[in-house]
């Protein structure tokens, strides 16, 4: 089960700014986003693509985090099966960045379906990506992929993209940790 290319590389990018940016836990440990700098640099390399690299200034990738905690709390909703409180928050994250789709051309001339914000600036291009990514998900099927890491010790969030549908942590990392546990308990 795949989204289309585009609608997948706006919720990975989702994905990557939320768990960049949500103080918490990842992995077993306290999670602290960083801050200055390092906070703007982490923004940076998210929204950055192999042919395009971003280059947020400090107040354009502060303004673009204000839709982090509205997009988390749609993943919260999705992963307690509450998929009508994640919709209600992906329309005011529709209507709050004011999405559009547009069909834009390709280099081969065929045309994709694109979510602009009201203009085509930064923090309003990417913050519409993201209601209008996370809006597609749970508008299709695959709503339910949206997911919070069920590992002791971590709240990271994903998208399950495998076949079945039945991912539960956010790494390969938090799996063979609960792996590892659960033999331990076992062994006991
Ligand atoms: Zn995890």
Redesign the pocket.
Known sequence: MRFDSHIERLLDTTVALVNLASPG????TAYDPPVGRDLVAGVADVTSTPEQRSRPTPAEASALLEVVPSARAVFEAAARDDLAAAAAIANDLLDTTRARPRLDPDEGGRFQLHFHGPDDGYVRGWQAGIASGLAVALGSDLGGRLGV???A????V?VDGSKNGTRR???P???S?VKAAAHRARSR
């Open positions: 836990e990842a992995h077993g890491c069920e590992a010790g971590c709240d990271r994903f942590f956010c790494s990392q938090c799996q940790r």
